[in-house]
RNA sequence: CGGUGAUUAGCGCAGCUUGGUAGCGCACUUGGUUUGGGUCCAAGGGGUCGCAAGUUCGAAUCUUGCAUCACCGACCA
C-alpha cells in the first residue's frame, strides 16, 4: 500500500475525552473514530488489525473443530421469551420493534438462536457432539461504555457453541475450547491467565475467563503467589481463619457514638482497629409471594468488603443483589444506615467467615448515635449463619491451599462456560440416543472479545512514540521509509523496486512516498506501530545498503540491498 | 441511576466575568523553501458558537429548559 493512496487519518493531538492509553492511540493512529456513545467505526489501519485477530481466532476454532456460522444480529423477542432471559436479561438487552410492532432484541449473545437451530436441525445421538461458531457485532446497551472500544456497546465477538448428550463429553470439548483459546492468546503475543469464574448471566456450571493482564483492566484477578490458582475476585474463595474463636472477655456495653456514621469513623472515635469492628449491611431478600419484601442482614467485618456476586448467590438473598432503602432500614432495624448491628435484630444474620471470628468486637446497636463494644456471638446474639460474603484481600491464605492471595487487574478477553442444559431445557432441544429415547442435550458456550482484543494488546505492546504490534497482528509487517525521494532518482528507483519485490514475495508493506519530511514519516509509522522500518537514503546508497529499524527493539542495523529478503525469512 | 465537568472549524483550545455578530495552534489548499527526526515564509478555504425559548436595539457571552459527550461513583452502615 502506497500512503499516498491510503487514509493514515493520524492525529498529533490526543483527543481530550479518550482516557485510557489503548483508546488515545487508536485515536491518534487512525485506527477507529468514534460515531456515538460506545460505537465505532473502524479506519482501514485498525480494520487490518481487527482482520487479523479474527483471523488468528478462526484458524484455531477451525483446528478445535468448531464450524462457522452466521446467525443474525436482529432476534425475534418470543426466542427470548421461552429460554426466560426476556424478563432476567435487563436494560443491557436493546429491545426494538418492528413495522408491525413485533417485539425484536439487537442480540446481546446468541445462545437462544443457536439452541433453537440445533433443536430443528439434529435429531439424532448419530450427530452429536457438535460445536459451531460465529464471528459477529453484538450489542450490549451497556450503562457506562468506557475506555473505546474496551467497552463499547457494539463490538466484535467470536462465539462458540457446543452440544453433547453427556456431561463427559462436554467436559471433553470444554477442554479442547481452553485449549484453543490458550493457542489463540499465545498465537496474539499477549500475556494473559486462565481464570476461574462466575458464570454470571449466561448461567451455568464450571466456567474460566481469560484475562489478558494490564493496569487498566476493569477485572480485579487474586493469584496465590505458590501455585497457578488464579480466580476472578468475584469467584475467589475467603477462607474461614484457623484456630478456634477467642473466648469474650468483655462485657456488651453500649457507647454513644454521636454522628459518628462510617466504620472507620467509628474505629477511629473508639481508638479500636477497624478489624475489631463489625459492620451490618441490610439488603432484600429473596420474595415470597403475599408477603412483605423481606430484609437479610451481612455482617462483615470492619476492614472487609462485601462481594456483591457470592452474596446473591446465598438463597436467601434476592438476585440481583439490592440493598435496602433508607425506609427499609428505619423499619427492620429500627435506626439509620450507621448504626445497625447484629445485636438484637429480628431479621436473618448472615455473618461473614472473618467476622464470625470476630469475639469482644464494635458493632452498631441498632439505635441512632450508638454502638456496643464488648460484643460476641452466640452470648450477645445466637441466630446468625456463617457464610463466605466478603471480596479476598492480598495476603490472605489462597483457596488452593498454597501460598497467599495477590491480586492483579485483567482485561477479560474470553470466557467459556459449561451451560448445562439450561436452554437445551427452555428451548426443548433433545435428540434421540441410541435407546431411542429422548434426551435433553448439554452444552457449552465460548466467546472471545474480538475487537477487545485489538485495545487490550496495545494496552500492553506500547510506549511514548505510540503502538508496538505483537508481530501476528500488525496491520503490515514493513514500511519502506525514503528520505527525500523528490529529490533523488536513486532513493525513489531503489524505494519503487524495493516495494515490487516485497509486493511480490506476499509481505504486508506500506510504502510512504508522501512529499514528507523524514520526522513526520518517522513519528507516523512509529505511532502506527509497524514493527520494521526499511530507510532508504542517498547516502548509504553507495554502499548498497540500507537501514533496518526494529520498533520492537528499537535497534538499527545496515544491510545490504540485496539481503533484505532475508529479513523476512 | 447519582455526582462532577464539558459542548466555539476535522483535532486541541481562547473569547464569556464587563453583550456590539468569532479568534489562536495543529490539520487542510496554493506558491516558494527545506529534506536522516513533527522545517520555515506567504497567501487562502472552512464555524447555524450543541438545541430551543426568553431578556435586549443587539446574545458565543445573561436567564430557563432540553440534548449530547466524558470522567467518577453506584461498597453505605
Known amino acids: 500500500m502506497r500512503t499516498s493512496q491510503y487514509l493514515l487519518s493520524t492525529l498529533k493531538e490526543t483527543p481530550a475525552n479518550a482516557e485510557v492509553i489503548s483508546h488515545q492511540l487508536m485515536l491518534r493512529a487512525g485506527l477507529v473514530r468514534n460515531l456515538a456513545s460506545g460505537l465505532y467505526t473502524w479506519l482501514p489501519t485498525g480494520l487490518k488489525v481487527l482482520r487479523k485477530v479474527e483471523n488468528i481466532v478462526r484458524e484455531e476454532m477451525e483446528r478445535a473443530g468448531a464450524l462457522e456460522v452466521l446467525m443474525p444480529m436482529v432476534q425475534p423477542a418470543d426466542l427470548w421469551e421461552e429460554s426466560g432471559r426476556w424478563d432476567d436479561y435487563g436494560p443491557e438487552l436493546l429491545r426494538l420493534k418492528d413495522r408491525h410492532n413485533r417485539p425484536f432484541v439487537l442480540g446481546p449473545t446468541h445462545e437462544e438462536v443457536i439452541t433453537k437451530l440445533v433443536a430443528n436441525e439434529i435429531s439424532s445421538y448419530k450427530q452429536l457432539p457438535l460445536n459451531v461458531y460465529q464471528v459477529q457485532s453484538k450489542f450490549r446497551d451497556e450503562i457506562r461504555p468506557r475506555f473505546g472500544i474496551m467497552r463499547g456497546r457494539e463490538f466484535l465477538m467470536k462465539d462458540a457453541y457446543s452440544f453433547h448428550l453427556t456431561d463427559e463429553c462436554l467436559e471433553k470439548t470444554y477442554q479442547i475450547m481452553f485449549d484453543a483459546y490458550c493457542r489463540i492468546f499465545d498465537r496474539l503475543g499477549l500475556d494473559y491467565r486462565p481464570v476461574i469464574a462466575d458464570t454470571g448471566s449466561i448461567g451455568g456450571e464450571a466456567s474460566h475467563e481469560f484475562h489478558v493482564l494490564a493496569e487498566s483492566g476493569e477485572d480485579d484477578i487474586a493469584f496465590s503467589d505458590a501455585s497457578d490458582f488464579a480466580a476472578n475476585i468475584e469467584k475467589a474463595e475467603a477462607l474461614a481463619p484457623t484456630g478456634e474463636r477467642p473466648a469474650a472477655t468483655q462485657d456488651l456495653t453500649e457507647v454513644s457514638t454521636p454522628s459518628v456514621k462510617t466504620i472507620e469513623d467509628v474505629a477511629n472515635f473508639l481508638k479500636v482497629d477497624v478489624k ?3 459492620k451490618t449491611l441490610l439488603v432484600l431478600g429473596e420474595e415470597v409471594k403475599g408477603q412483605p419484601t423481606p430484609v437479610i442482614a451481612l ?13 446473591e448467590h446465598l438463597p436467601l438473598v434476592a438476585s440481583p443483589l439490592t440493598f435496602a432503602s433508607d425506609e427499609q432500614i428505619l423499619a427492620a432495624a429500627g435506626c439509620d444506615a450507621g448504626s445497625i448491628g447484629p445485636v438484637g435484630l429480628n431479621i436473618p444474620v448472615i455473618v461473614d467467615r472473618s467476622a464470625a471470628h470476630l469475639a469482644d468486637f464494635v458493632c452498631g446497636a441498632n439505635k441512632n448515635d450508638v454502638h456496643f463494644t464488648g460484643a460476641n456471638w452466640d452470648r450477645d446474639c445466637a441466630e446468625y449463619t456463617v457464610a463466605d460474603i466478603r471480596n479476598v484481600v492480598e495476603g490472605d491464605p489462597s483457596p488452593c491451599g498454597s501460598g497467599n492471595i495477590i491480586i492483579k487487574r485483567g482485561i477479560e478477553v474470553g470466557h467459556i462456560f459449561q451451560l448445562g442444559q439450561k436452554y437445551a431445557e427452555a428451548m426443548n432441544c433433545g435428540v434421540l440416543t441410541e435407546q431411542g429415547k429422548n434426551q435433553t442435550l448439554t452444552m457449552g458456550c465460548y466467546g472471545i472479545g474480538v475487537s477487545r482484543i485489538v485495545a ?11 503502538i508496538k504490534w505483537p508481530a501476528a497482528i500488525a496491520p503490515y509487517q514493513v514500511a519502506i521509509v525514503p528520505m527525500n525521494m523528490a529529490k533523488s532518482a536513486r532513493v525513489k528507483e531503489t524505494a ?74
Open 276 to 278: 475489631a469492628t463489625a
Open 456 to 466: 487490550a494488546a496495545i494496552e500492553q505492546n506500547h510506549d511514548k512514540y505510540g
Open 299 to 311: 455482617v462483615l467485618r470492619g476492614d472487609h468488603q462485601l462481594n456483591e456476586i457470592k452474596a
Open 496 to 569: 519503487e523496486a524495493m516495494y515490487e519485490q516485497l509486493q511480490q514475495a506476499g509481505i504486508e508493506v506500506i510504502f510512504d512516498d508522501r512529499k514528507e519530511r523524514p520526522g513526520v514519516m518517522f513519528a507516523d509509522h512509529e505511532l502506527i506501530g509497524t514493527p520494521l522500518l526499511l530507510v532508504i537514503g542517498e547516502r548509504n546508497l553507495d554502499n548498497q545498503e540500507l537501514e533496518v529499524k526494529n520498533r520492537i527493539t528499537g535497534e538499527k542495523s545496515m544491510i545490504k540491498i540485496e539481503d533484505v529478503m532475508s529479513l523476512f525469512a
